[in-house]
């Protein structure tokens, strides 16, 4: 449970951190 949520939230600090998503 707690880990699917920290793997979401990586992954959407990866997206906000990724040049491209500007």
């Not at 707690?2 to 500007?22: A, C, D, S, W």
């Amino acid at each position: 449970k707690v880990v699917l949520m920290e793997q979401v939230f990586r992954g959407l600090t990866i997206l906000n951190n990724h040049p491209y998503h500007k």
